[in-house]
């Protein structure tokens, strides 16, 4: 166990203070993060690979849908309006689909944010991925923070140029690399990759990787943590869904004040000494530039780095974990009103401790039923019911769709036997991947047939034509009702359409039209 006074003490300053709120257009100071270790570190790296292995390595994934399909997993296939994932495959008029998973995904957000905090931003957001990705490029070419802030002081020389353009260097290939594999999701990935570095590939392509590119680099890492700061709207909206069952990174200073770096002379004194010994180690990691002690502040990403430096520091004082913290607040005010005799004073550690140094029984600790109240169920509700209607619709829906539009002009035409027909457009969608032959009846209008403009059909009820995969077919179907049949100037009847293979049908309700002296 080490003494308060050879804790190293960091000279660090949060560039973002909540005490002293700089003015809107006033320059950046830069940060220069301190890498942090500990197990909220290596999730961060954890979450990092797995999102970074997602986005670059899915549009590699090959999934077989047959030979009349494209067999990448996910693709969005514009130039057919078609978006193919895994097995599944949405049309455009599908689209409710993709509309619900954005709902999903707000409401999961809500409910993520109502119960432990900003995790999306500190953990799983694309600034926030990208950015830690730079920083460890920056981190392995110009070293840690001091030798960083040593750098960035001093003189342009040979060592700091070379340092600064690779460093720059490896920053635009990420934003490369990043743009390419947003391209990939569009077209063939394996064809694309070969057409860009042949220069054969559409201008687009190459407008939208230097788009990409361009902005991972200029966001991830010139702007950083003012991407956070001025341009997300989330920081801003996230205090509607937080109440004081929300999990946040806190600062207990219920146990951390009064402050001191000489805790024995202190007491020596007399005098109340919490357990913070005002080192800056959470200053010195904060990607965000901030001084947690200060409580909640809108930089906060909530990414706990600040939590793992002060834990180490507390290891090595030999005093427990968790001065900062996840937590409640609940349970922070009612260690607060404990660590003041009810708020009547500052706060004094013996209060929240038993004489022989442990925590008092009095103490609130969180428990992971606490995020379980009426918000969560109402978000985890809302959430899980979207999602299941959502899966119900997918497993039940049709891949046989029938349209039908009646000749505007003329609405009906009298033949020289004084039957009368009517022209439609009919419209057979195949949605499988696969070649079907599909079976045309018409249902109602006794005695009357159809027959089929430039096809080899005889004039019937019912006839089979043969559809492509993932088509539409467009047939011109005349209607003819004998002269003696017609009883009124307008009678509704059915195409049915039918697969016999897959037993699939579907229905459309046409009018036919017919004179008045016709009667």
């Keep these: 166990m080490l003494d308060n006074t050879r804790v190293e003490r960091l000279e660090a300053e949060a560039v973002n203070s909540a005490k002293v709120r700089q003015p809107m257009y006033a320059a950046r100071k830069k940060i220069f993060p301190k890498r942090a270790s500990g197990s909220f570190r290596r999730f961060k790296w954890l979450v990092m690979a797995i999102t970074l292995g997602i986005y670059y390595l899915t549009p590699w994934l090959r999934w077989d849908r047959g030979a009349f399909a494209p067999d990448q997993a996910v693709l969005l296939d514009l130039a057919n309006r078609r978006f193919y994932f895994f097995f599944i495959e949405i049309w455009p008029q599908e689209f409710y689909y993709v509309a619900g998973l954005l709902v999903m995904a707000g409401v999961g957000l809500f409910l993520i944010t109502s119960t432990v905090g900003r995790a999306w931003c500190g953990y799983t957001c694309p600034q926030t991925v990208w950015v830690d990705l730079f920083l460890v490029v920056e981190r392995a070419i110009e070293g840690d923070r001091n030798a960083r802030m040593k750098l960035?002081?001093?003189?342009?020389?040979?060592?700091?140029?070379?340092?600064?353009?690779?460093?720059?260097?490896i920053w635009l290939v990420i934003g490369a690399a990043t743009g390419g594999a947003w391209i990939f999701y569009f077209a063939d990935a394996p064809t694309l990759v070969g057409e860009l570095f042949t220069g054969t590939a559409a201008p687009v392509a190459y407008v939208t990787v230097a788009v990409l590119t361009a902005t991972t680099y200029t966001f991830g890492g010139l702007m950083r943590e003012q991407v956070c700061t001025y341009m997300c709207p989330w920081p801003r909206i996230q205090a509607a869904m937080l109440d004081e069952s929300s999990l946040t990174v806190t600062y207990n200073d219920w146990r951390g004040?009064?402050?001191?770096?000489?805790?024995?002379?202190?007491?020596?004194?007399?005098?109340?000494?919490?357990?913070?010994?005002?080192?800056?180690?959470?200053?010195?990691?904060?990607?965000?530039?901030?001084?947690?002690?200060?409580?909640?502040?809108?930089?906060?990403?909530?990414?706990?780095?600040c939590i793992d430096a002060c834990d180490g520091v507390m290891d090595k004082l030999g005093r427990e974990r968790g001065l900062i913290s996840y937590a409640t607040l609940s349970d922070y005010n009612a260690n607060m009103m404990l660590a003041t005799a009810g708020g009547s004073g500052s706060v004094k550690p013996s209060l929240v401790r038993t004489a022989d140094g442990l925590f008092s029984d009095k103490v609130s600790?969180?428990?992971?039923?606490?995020?379980?109240?009426?918000?969560?169920?109402?978000?985890?509700?809302?959430?899980?019911?979207?999602?299941?209607?959502?899966?119900?619709?997918?497993?039940?829906?049709?891949?046989?769709?029938?349209?039908?539009?009646?000749?505007?002009?003329?609405?009906?035409?009298?033949?020289?036997?004084?039957?009368?027909?009517?022209?439609?457009?009919?419209?057979?969608?195949?949605?499988?991947?696969?070649?079907?032959?599909?079976?045309?009846?018409?249902?109602?209008?006794?005695?009357a047939d159809m027959s089929v403009v430039g096809d080899d059909i005889p004039a019937g009820r019912s006839f089979a034509i043969p559809v492509e995969p993932d088509r539409l077919k467009v047939l011109k179907v005349f209607v003819r009702q004998p002269a003696g049949q017609i009883q009124g100037t307008a009678r509704t009847f059915t195409f049915r359409v039918e697969d016999k293979a897959s037993f699939e049908s579907d229905e459309y309700t046409a009018t036919f039209n017919a004179p008045e002296i016709a009667r």
Aim: proline letters at 5%; charged letters at 20%.
């Design 257 to 305: 004040e009064p402050r001191s770096r000489h805790a024995k002379k202190v007491q020596a004194a007399g005098q109340s000494v919490g357990d913070c010994v005002d080192c800056n180690a959470c200053v010195a990691v904060c990607p965000m530039g901030i001084d947690i002690r200060d409580g909640q502040q809108l930089e906060c990403i909530t990414c706990a780095l």
């Design 152 to 169: 960035d002081a001093g003189p342009w020389t040979a060592r700091k140029l070379v340092l600064r353009v690779s460093k720059h260097a």
């Design 365 to 447: 600790h969180f428990h992971i039923r606490k995020i379980f109240r009426p918000r969560t169920y109402v978000y985890m509700g809302v959430w899980s019911l979207i999602g299941l209607g959502l899966l119900y619709s997918l497993l039940t829906r049709d891949r046989l769709e029938v349209n039908v539009l009646h000749d505007r002009n003329p609405q009906f035409v009298t033949l020289s036997d004084g039957s009368i027909r009517n022209g439609y457009t009919v419209k057979l969608l195949n949605m499988i991947p696969e070649p079907r032959t599909i079976v045309v009846t018409m249902q109602g209008l006794p005695r």
